[in-house]
């Protein structure tokens, strides 16, 4: 007896999308929006995403339009003051800061997830994401400005608020559903140090 092969709604919405985003893509490059235009861009993702796949990213959450619309307004708010914090630092009459690696948990489920925030954390001025723990959910991040109590704090308040907006955007408990392609990585043996100063570090 044949069995019916059900496609998850969740998955089915992720592959129209990208399909969507490749016609778009398409006629930026070809420049006059027509309908033949449109047409061979969709035709040209159809056959990328068929004959070019990628690996399967397993779709286990749920975007919510109105949170992901408040992260980006955040996230572009924390840029901008971490950009002029920065300025601040190269410029102000004093010694340059004394930096460390912090390590601050990063506990959302999914992988994809996960990549989504480091490479958030990455964007911002002052500090970048040099080691990710996938399996205890931590991400070690060198940050430059951390001389003072105030200022590790500080880091911590940002990245788990930057934690909390992607949970509610992408990973409520309400709308989270485990897949059986989840890929789990084997454990992770490396340093578990909370603060680690760069003269520390070189030794």
Do not use: C
Request: proline residues 8%.
């Amino acid at each position: 007896m044949n069995r019916k092969v059900r496609l998850d709604p969740r998955v089915l919405g992720s592959r129209v999308f990208m399909a969507l985003w490749l016609t778009f893509a398409w006629v930026l490059l070809w420049g006059p929006v027509e309908v033949g235009t449109i047409a061979g861009g969709l035709l040209a993702a159809v056959a990328v995403m068929v004959l070019l796949p990628l690996p399967r990213v397993p779709v286990e959450g749920l975007l919510r339009p109105v949170s992901t619309a408040w992260l980006v307004m955040v996230v572009a708010y924390y840029l901008v003051r971490s950009s002029l914090t920065v300025a601040w630092l190269s410029i102000r009459p004093a010694a340059p800061p004394r930096s460390a690696v912090l390590r601050a948990p990063m506990k959302l489920k999914s992988d994809f997830t996960l990549a989504l925030a480091v490479n958030t954390l990455n964007l911002m001025p002052g500090g970048i994401v040099v080691r990710v723990d996938p399996v205890a959910r931590y991400v070690y991040v060198h940050v430059l400005d951390a001389a003072s109590d105030r200022s590790v704090e500080h880091f911590r308040r940002q990245t788990a608020h930057i934690e909390r907006l992607y949970l509610r955007a992408f990973e409520r408990p309400e709308d989270w559903k485990p897949s059986p392609e989840h890929f789990s990585v084997p454990a992770d043996t490396g340093p578990t140090m909370d603060r680690t100063s760069d003269k520390e570090e070189t030794r």
